[in-house]
């Protein structure tokens, strides 16, 4: 008993202490690197807090390791930030993470510069007006966990070198103006569970290696003009969540796909997909599927989460649709009609519940 409160009375000692003492002062060279960014951005008032006679580990959008001091994280969000990103960040030598978020202002190119920071693992420049290509350098920051370039203009196509980062578990890209195929090598990268290549111009067919990422839980490749075959891509043993195709030219027989029983969220929607819905479809959870505007055909399978509504006409033999089909655009709308079911309730707040099938 005596022995415990002495414990307690111990840690309220240690509680009570100063706290200058347990954070040493900035390191002199990272404060003048961070002097010469600000400068950079021509002294913007998000950077009013960065002044010589306050410790830099105590600025705005600063974070310094607790025993060395040194700078290892610089976030610069939501601000009226404009000029490029300067090519000093590259002396912030123990940088772990680097953001530059929402600034609509921040133009230009990723600098050469950033390879040298070895120790990136968090790399954030989305929501900004980047342009220029989406640099191969960026695969020299071999220890990365997360790239993401999303909502920027950056056109070009996708360079193949950045499979070498075979840490990184998200890439997003989406968002941008990237054309050409998606990089064979992307099927290196085996720690992969989040990969958002969205609202670009990416053309090629998707690469057979991206069925190698066992650990991709959430793929969004909509909304470009990717074709090929998916038939291979999914399987029982994976354990992807969420896969939206949808809006693009994807042409292949999903009668047989496995789909695998971790699927919450399906979204083929415009594309040429043909056959008839999986049997597999039967076991899922799903709280979106979105399978119309393709040349799919065939029962809607039974039990499970798709519940047949009564307006639904079932059972059109494959031939009679495939048939129909050639008839034209106006017949083929008709069909959809009929095919389609929905049926309100939640999809994690935003998305409704839905089953669309044409
Ligand atoms: C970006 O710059 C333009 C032109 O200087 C300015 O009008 C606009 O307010 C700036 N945007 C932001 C978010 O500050
Ligand atoms: C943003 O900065 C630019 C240039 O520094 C200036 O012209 C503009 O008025 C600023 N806009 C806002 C909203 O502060
Ligand atoms: C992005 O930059 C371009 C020119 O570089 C400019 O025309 C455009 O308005 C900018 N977009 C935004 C959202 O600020
Ligand atoms: C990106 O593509 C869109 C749509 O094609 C176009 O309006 C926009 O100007 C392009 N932006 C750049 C920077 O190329
Ligand atoms: C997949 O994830 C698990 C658990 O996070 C991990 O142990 C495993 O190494 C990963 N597999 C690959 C191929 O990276
Ligand atoms: C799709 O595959 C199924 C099962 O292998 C087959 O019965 C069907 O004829 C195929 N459909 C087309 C249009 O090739
Ligand atoms: C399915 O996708 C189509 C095409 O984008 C859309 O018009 C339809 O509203 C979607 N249906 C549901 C139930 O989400």
């Given at each position: ?17 100063p ?35 306050v ?23 939501t ?12 002396d912030?030598?123990y ?62 196509s ?29 099927g ?46 999914f ?50 959870s ?27 006409k ?24 009929k ?16 089953v669309?099938?044409?």
């Amino acid at each position: 008993m005596k022995k415990s409160i002495f414990i307690i009375f111990t840690i309220i000692i240690f509680l009570s202490l100063p706290t200058p003492s347990l954070s040493q002062r900035c390191n002199k060279n990272d404060e003048k690197v961070l002097f010469q960014i600000k400068k950079s951005f021509g002294n913007p008032y998000i950077l009013a807090s960065w002044q010589k006679n306050v410790d830099c580990c105590e600025w705005y959008s600063i974070e310094c390791h607790p025993k060395t001091g040194r700078i290892i994280s610089l976030d610069i969000s939501t601000g009226n930030i404009s000029g490029q990103i300067p090519r000093q960040v590259g002396d912030l030598p123990y940088l772990k993470s680097l953001t530059f978020h929402k600034l609509p202002n921040l133009t230009g190119g990723i600098p050469l510069e950033i390879t040298k920071l070895t120790h990136l693992i968090f790399l954030r420049l989305d929501w900004n007006n980047l342009s220029g290509p989406v640099p191969s350098f960026l695969s020299q920051l071999t220890n990365l966990d997360f790239l993401d370039l999303a909502f920027n203009s950056f056109t070009g196509s996708i360079p193949p070198e950045l499979g070498a980062l075979t840490l990184v578990t998200g890439i997003r890209l989406d968002r941008n103006n990237l054309t050409g195929p998606i990089p064979e090598s992307f099927g290196k990268l085996t720690n992969l569970q989040y990969l958002y290549l969205s609202h670009n111009q990416l053309t090629g067919d998707i690469p057979r290696s991206l069925g190698h990422l066992i650990n991709l839980t959430w793929i969004d490749l909509s909304r470009n003009q990717l074709t090929g075959d998916l038939s291979t891509f999914f399987g029982t043993n994976k354990m992807i969540q969420v896969a939206d195709f949808s809006r693009n030219s994807l042409k292949f027989n999903l009668s047989k796909v496995e789909l695998p029983a971790s699927l919450i969220f399906f979204d083929l929607n415009h594309n040429k997909i043909y056959g008839s819905l999986p049997a597999t479809l039967r076991g899922l959870s799903l709280q979106h599927l979105n399978v119309s505007y393709n040349r799919l055909c065939g029962k809607i399978p039974q039990g499970g989460d798709l519940q047949r509504k009564d307006d639904v006409k079932t059972k059109e033999p494959c031939r009679e649709i495939q048939r129909e089909e050639k008839t034209g655009r106006t017949h083929r709308r008709h069909m959809e009609h009929k095919w389609r079911l929905s049926t309100p309730r939640r999809w994690e707040g935003t998305k409704k519940y839905s089953v669309a099938i044409a």
